[in-house]
């Protein structure tokens, strides 16, 4: 079936460093790839998405390619902010219709002054 | 944007009682909706995948007959919990499939159920 691995966290990262938070896919289809954003107490936020093979989705600074070959959608960042603490989701969902988006476990990300 | 709205927020039930919640999607039509749950510090479960006008479908483990998904219109489905436990106490979130967006899904906030 299509799964989802992203890395464990938490990510503690300080103000103005680089992130990359790692997400690989297994996928039976041609799938779109997602990156969510959970702020604390909050639901879902689309952070940005890839739909076909060396699109770039980018948003807030944050950008994820899609990579066919290494099956894989990392999101980066070159300067995170405090604001940026949050549990981010890698995720897939097959094209073609309204298909379940499958996540990763999440990872958590804590940025300190 | 689309935005989806989650009602209630929040609620605490006993247990044994039933508890209803909303997903409305407030500026488009949804003809497929989706119910999540998440465990603390877990992802997100599918439960359920409900078309407007038809029975819900149910992901394999899930019980139907505990957890009633109704979708009567475009614009709300509703998620019933009935004789709530303690171990249904989770985070549940809705999303709404919207044509325009080229079958994107657009989350609601979440509802945090916790049963006493």
């Known amino acids: 079936g299509d799964s989802v691995t992203q890395m464990e966290g938490p990510v503690t990262l300080s103000e103005e460093a680089f992130l990359t938070i790692n997400c690989t896919y297994t996928a039976t289809g041609y799938p779109s790839l997602f990156w969510y954003v959970q702020y604390p107490g909050e639901g879902l936020q689309l952070l940005l998405k890839a739909t076909k093979a060396d699109d770039k989705g980018s948003n807030k600074g944050f950008e994820a390619t899609y990579r066919k070959e290494t099956t894989s959608f990392h999101l980066e960042k070159g300067s995170v902010q405090v604001s940026d603490s949050a549990v981010y989701f890698c995720a897939l969902s097959i094209s073609g219709g309204y298909q379940k988006v499958t996540f990763g476990t999440g990872t958590k990300l804590q940025v300190i002054p | 944007g689309a935005v989806v709205s989650q009602h209630p927020s929040w609620v605490i039930c006993k247990s044994g009682t039933s508890v209803k919640i909303e997903c409305r999607s407030l500026?488009?039509?949804?003809?497929?909706m989706f119910w999540y749950r998440q465990f603390p510090k877990q992802s997100l479960m599918l439960m359920a995948t409900?078309?407007?006008?038809?029975?819900?479908?149910?992901e394999q483990g899930v019980e139907k007959d505990k957890f009633l998904i109704n979708h009567a219109s475009l614009t709300l489905s509703t998620l019933t919990v009935t004789s709530a436990h303690p171990e249904d106490s989770s985070f549940y979130i809705c999303s709404a499939g919207a044509l325009a967006g080229g079958y994107e899904q657009y989350f609601g906030p979440g509802t945090r159920l916790t049963v006493t």
């Open positions: 500026d488009f039509q949804a003809t497929t």
């Open positions: 409900s078309n407007e006008g038809s029975k819900a479908t149910y």
